[in-house]
């Protein structure tokens, strides 16, 4: 079974960046697609970005263009999120999640399996 531990949070000021990884355990992560969530308090959990189990295709949403990339590594079975430009706004509790597929990651409607996410606070 996947397991996934997401690190690499903390608090930086507007402007600022960091890097969140994802770490896998349990089975191959290259058999996975792995998006990136963030949730605030109140409200609804919202995907930020997706990539296939190759590692070749990403789906961004339209925040997340030019600011963050995601990449993976599945020789280290390890996804990363670097986030850029981080507004007030992109404070939230960011989370990786995993799916068994190879189809297109824009194509999945749910994720099986889920990180304990990580606290990115932006704030001057």
């Known amino acids: 079974q996947l397991q996934l531990v997401e690190s690499g949070g903390g608090s930086v000021r507007p402007g600022g960046s960091l890097r969140l990884t994802c770490t896998a355990s349990g089975v191959a992560l290259e058999r996975y697609a792995i998006g990136w969530f963030r949730q605030v308090p109140g409200k609804g959990r919202e995907r930020v970005v997706c990539i296939d189990n190759r590692g070749r295709s990403t789906d961004y949403e339209d925040y997340a263009k030019g600011r963050f990339t995601i990449s993976k590594d599945n020789a280290k079975n390890m996804a990363y999120l670097q986030l850029n430009s981080l507004s007030l706004e992109d404070t939230a509790v960011y989370y990786c999640?995993?799916?068994?597929?190879?189809?297109?990651?824009?194509?999945?409607?749910?994720?099986?399996?889920w990180g304990q996410g990580t606290q990115v606070s932006v704030s001057s």
């Open positions: 999640a995993g799916k068994y597929t190879d189809s297109y990651c824009s194509t999945i409607q749910r994720y099986d399996f």
